[in-house]
């Protein structure tokens, strides 16, 4: 029998809205794969846009060696940014209006040109970049006890849910991709460290292979889009009260309260 991808899809956005996980769907539909991931993704993608929500951006996921190696799989994910999941201006991020987030620091991109190259270089990519910020996402999963294989995130969205993006912008010249290191503190103390080598082994490998899928599935990449290029350390488990501190070598560091 073949998959009904839009009730797989309509699952995962009322698990969203009630804050209800679902089982993993790689375990309750034999068959889900990848391709009906991106299917799911895209059913979605669509409903909110019919709803009046709006697309800003992209998130990259699975930007580390080692999660790809755990996996299974050779190549990043991807998933869309919404405007209504903006937190930057947020005093306090409400934990409670999601099921079980956590967070990973990045380096973001703001495009100022359009990339619609099929085969972008490294050096065009670079050259539609504006700025760059640092940035902190907040990942959640309506799969149940993130119990995620490749499949079930790319269907939920890249388990995306709300972002963070710093003030302080800089330059690609003005930052260093390869070395630059992040330190993420909860509650004062040290939960989370990395280097910008880990996405990728460069942020920009990131932003240039999204650019490509972004071309080939018909999303292309605009001016003002803004790319959230993958963790820099391993992502830390979010509770109400939770206070976050992150520093990106090269920006002014981030300050997140969960209520």
Known sequence: MPLDLNAIAASLAEARRGRKPVPPLTDSFPGFDVASAYAVQEINTRLRLAAGQRIIGRKIGLTSPAVQAQLGVGEPDY????????????A????????QPKVEAEIAFILDKPVREVQPTLEGMAAAIGYAVAAVEIVDSAIADWRIKLADTVADNASGAKFVLGKDRRKLSEIDLHLGGMEMCLNGKQASVGVAAACLGNPLNAARWLAQKMVEVGRPLDAGDV??????GPMVNVAPGDRFDVYV???EPLHLAFG
């Open 79 to 90: 998933g869309m940014l919404w405007d209504c999941d903006d937190a930057s201006g947020d």
């Open 92 to 99: 306090i991020i409400a934990a409670g209006d999601m099921i």
């Open 227 to 232: 790319i959230l290029s993958g963790a820099l």
């Open 249 to 251: 070598q090269g920006f």
